[in-house]
């Protein structure tokens, strides 16, 4: 089982609603990570938080708002979005540190379709 | 250049067969490989990861091949099972990129009884 849990499994949204998805990892972990994946694609990177403070932004749109509370949680909010945003979202973390800093655990991913 | 060409995108094998995937990388900075195996609905499971000092690593049925100068590994299932039916990404990623991972496009095994 993994120990990176994500909540809610499934969402489904209107074009104009706001809500959010979360995401907790007790591994110590000062890594965090959300990747968005369509079907049969790999995951794509969207934002990366080290120590709390996002290292990476992958360009994504301002209607997805990461958000890091503290070093276990991790959130995405969502507003606005379109259609072509129902994927798969994963969140994911990591050690920090050359031996062990590249080995990324994946949770079981939150589906959101937007209506 | 951060590319990572995986092969092929399908693959139908008998059990007992061996599964093969491959996957070649062109940076040189890469210095991080790690398979990944995702069943539908599941997000992705790390199954096996090398780094480029190693030519080879097995962990059960699961070997991973690691060719430096051919800038090439591959994952070897041996003895599949129809439990191994999945799809697999190989990936690699930069130690100073904050953990970035460049996936491959990912190979759908079906492994039939």
């Known amino acids: 089982d993994t120990e990176v849990t994500q909540t809610p499994k499934h969402l489904v949204m209107g074009m104009t609603n706001k809500k959010s998805l979360k995401c907790e990892q007790h591994?110590?972990?000062?890594?965090m990570y959300w990747y968005k994946q369509k079907a049969k694609k790999p995951p794509e990177l969207m934002f990366v938080?080290?120590?709390?403070?996002?290292?990476i932004n992958e360009s994504v749109p301002s209607r997805f708002s990461p958000e890091c509370p503290n070093s276990s949680l991790l959130n995405l909010h969502l507003h606005a979005l379109q259609p072509e945003d129902s994927a798969l979202y994963l969140c994911?973390?990591?050690?920090?540190?050359?031996?062990?800093?590249?080995?990324?655990?994946f949770g079981e991913g939150s589906w959101l379709t937007v209506v | 250049q951060q590319q990572v060409k995986q092969s092929p995108q399908s693959l139908i094998v008998q059990k007992g067969g061996i599964s093969i995937i491959n996957c070649a990388y062109e940076?040189?900075?890469?210095?991080?490989f790690p398979w990944y195996q995702q069943f539908p609905g599941k997000g992705p499971a790390l199954l096996i990861a090398i780094r480029p000092d190693v030519s080879e690593k097995k962990e059960g049925r699961f070997t991973i091949s690691f060719n430096k100068s051919a800038k090439q590994f591959s994952l070897h299932i041996m003895d599949s099972q129809p439990g191994d039916s999945a799809t697999y990404f190989c990936?690699?990623?930069?130690?100073?990129?904050?953990?970035?991972?460049?996936f491959g496009q990912g190979t759908e095994l079906s492994v039939k009884p």
């Open positions: 940076n040189t900075a890469f210095d991080y």
């Open positions: 990936a690699a990623s930069v130690y100073n990129q904050g953990g970035k991972l460049i």
């Open positions: 994911a973390s990591s050690q920090l540190g050359r031996i062990s800093g590249n080995t990324i655990y």
């Open positions: 591994m110590g972990h000062r890594a």
């Open positions: 938080y080290s120590y709390e403070k996002l290292s």
